[in-house]
């Protein structure tokens, strides 16, 4: 058993927050263990919590298909959540949730060792680099942060809600796509 299957064995038991009392399925991540680049977003959705897999719902359709337009197979990377189990109604998590959930995401990255984290949307950006720091600001662009390197991208869920985020949605994956020759 790798360190990721035990991480993920430990999350589909945890009861360290609220949150497990209304999931129906934890989802620990999805991917390769060797896995290159990595995607977190900010939690399960109903989809998500019926499948026990990130990112399946329409907001997994629209990330899978950014990623093909930019040169990327889903199936090479690996995707994630700070969160492990759906916050009722789809709320943001609140930041207790978030510090339950810490060690698992901190032990999912240093298994993993991905040569670039990509953070999918506010909570994902603001948990792992700064809680001021403005997804739209940093959008595609490269941050260096104690060793590791991050892209922050808007979340591909952002697109299907609000038509005039649909742009600036593309032209982050682009700028990843060009980014990511360097790190594959």
Same mark, same amino acid.
């Given at each position: 058993?790798?360190?990721?299957?035990?991480?993920?064995?430990?999350?589909?038991?945890?009861?360290?927050?609220?949150l497990?009392?209304?999931?129906?399925?934890?989802?620990?991540?999805?991917?390769?263990?060797?896995?290159?680049?990595? /995607?977190?977003?900010?939690g399960?959705?109903?989809?998500?919590?019926?499948?026990?897999?990130?990112?399946?719902?329409?907001?997994?359709?629209?990330?899978?298909?950014?990623?093909?337009?930019?040169?990327?197979?889903?199936d090479?990377? /690996?995707?994630?959540?700070?969160?492990?189990?759906?916050?009722?109604?789809?709320?943001?998590p609140?930041?207790?949730?978030?510090?339950?959930?810490?060690?698992y995401?901190?032990?999912?990255?240093?298994?993993?060792?991905?040569a670039?984290?990509?953070?999918?949307?506010?909570?994902?950006?603001q948990?792992?680099?700064?809680?001021?720091?403005?997804?739209?600001?940093?959008?595609?662009?490269?941050?260096?942060?104690?060793?590791?390197?991050?892209?922050?991208?808007?979340?591909?869920?952002?697109?299907?809600?609000?038509?005039?985020?649909?742009?600036?949605?593309?032209?982050?994956?682009?700028?990843?796509?060009?980014?990511?020759?360097?790190?594959?």
């Amino acid at each position: 058993m790798t360190l990721l299957d035990e991480i993920a064995a430990q999350v589909r038991t945890c009861t360290r927050c609220r949150l497990c009392e209304g999931r129906r399925h934890a989802v620990p991540g999805v991917g390769p263990p060797d896995a290159r680049i990595m /995607f977190i977003g900010e939690g399960p959705g109903r989809d998500e919590d019926e499948r026990g897999e990130p990112f399946v719902g329409k907001a997994g359709e629209a990330l899978t298909i950014l990623l093909r337009n930019n040169g990327i197979a889903r199936d090479e990377v /690996f995707i994630t959540n700070v969160v492990k189990c759906r916050p009722p109604e789809n709320r943001d998590p609140r930041p207790d949730e978030i510090e339950a959930c810490r060690e698992y995401l901190d032990g999912q990255i240093a298994a993993i060792a991905p040569a670039l984290i990509c953070t999918l949307g506010r909570w994902a950006l603001q948990t792992l680099l700064d809680p001021a720091a403005s997804v739209m600001k940093l959008n595609g662009t490269v941050v260096e942060r104690e060793g590791l390197t991050y892209v922050p991208l808007i979340h591909p869920a952002a697109g299907l809600h609000n038509d005039n985020m649909r742009e600036p949605i593309k032209q982050g994956f682009a700028a990843l796509g060009r980014i990511i020759a360097d790190y594959r």
